[in-house]
């Protein structure tokens, strides 16, 4: 086959990232639901963040970094959190800002990562994130109440992907 042929030749396989395969496995609908619940009860703000790699980038460093691309260190009271998948490098991490480590030890993370981790291994990629996002939403809630009932929503609950 000449470079010419290959160029004119329609190309009939349409390429998915493995970030939009696994958003496509996962039923939106119910961990932005999840996710607003959660957030009703704590002035705390929660994110997902999925996307293909860490781009050649230490898991915490690029969770890091998308932590401030999504506006998360904007909140009021500091007091975000990320869960970030990089699905093809097989990658997670789970980032509070300041107000949350200032109140929050950063071992409570761990046990939440691990089961996420697990639920990934058995395909089970809605249930994990659902149980982490209630398993976050509950220490939020303890240290972040919403007292006044008035949910102030200041990031997005969609999925983000990069």
Not at 59 to 81: D, H, I, P, S, W
Not at 87 to 103: F, T
Request: charged content about 30%.
């Amino acid at each position: 086959m000449r470079l010419l042929d290959f160029i004119l030749k329609p190309q009939n396989k349409e390429t998915i990232s493995p970030a939009k395969e696994l958003l496509k496995k996962l039923d939106t609908a119910l961990i932005v639901q999840t996710i607003s619940e959660v957030e009703s009860n704590t002035t705390a703000e929660l994110r997902i963040h999925i996307e293909d790699t860490t781009h050649n980038q230490e898991v915490y460093a690029r969770a890091k970094q998308c932590f401030k691309q999504l506006g998360m260190t904007q909140t009021t009271e500091r007091n975000g959190v990320l869960i970030y998948i990089a699905v093809a490098d097989h990658k997670l991490a789970i980032l509070g800002d300041k107000g949350i480590y200032e109140k929050i030890n950063p071992n409570y993370w761990v046990e939440i990562k691990d089961n996420l981790i697990k639920s990934f291994k058995k395909e089970e990629y809605t249930q994990g994130i659902v149980e982490a996002i209630k398993k976050i939403g509950k220490i939020l809630s303890e240290y972040f109440p919403n007292t006044t009932g008035n949910k102030r929503d200041e990031l997005s609950n969609e999925i983000s992907i990069g």
